[in-house]
């Protein structure tokens, strides 16, 4: 994984396939957000740790060492439209979100709105 700033942050995800939690370490790079390491953890924990504090805008990018979902090896990502919540995605053109049951079409964006917490 490369060196992570001062600024990194943790948000969650959720597998779709396996639908269980898990943390992703978000650094900023050039005005937009790396996704840098996915790692197992349980919601509770993450309360803990507070990585639903921050909220951001902007671009997504992935570290050249980014790991993927620690359970599917997923890659990609989708946000919920109704909860949020990032979630795995496998290239299907509809998805039904595993954390609040909403199915929706998928579509690109140029920016996101992500939430986590300090690490």
């Known amino acids: 994984m490369s060196k992570l700033s001062e600024k990194a942050f943790a948000i969650m995800g959720m ?41 951001v805008h902007g671009a997504v990018i992935y570290d050249s060492d980014f790991n993927g979902c620690p359970y599917c090896g997923a890659k990609g990502f989708y946000i919920c439209a109704k909860c949020g919540k990032v979630i795995c995605y496998q290239g299907q053109e509809m998805v039904t979100c595993p954390n609040c049951g909403i199915s929706s079409g998928v579509r690109a964006a140029e920016s996101v709105d992500l939430s986590g917490g300090g690490m």
């Open 15 to 55: 597998c779709d396939e396996h639908r269980k939690p898990f943390g992703i370490t978000v650094d900023p790079r050039g005005g937009g957000y790396a996704f840098c390491w996915a790692f197992k953890i349980s919601d509770a924990q993450a309360k803990r740790e507070g990585y639903d504090k921050t909220h």
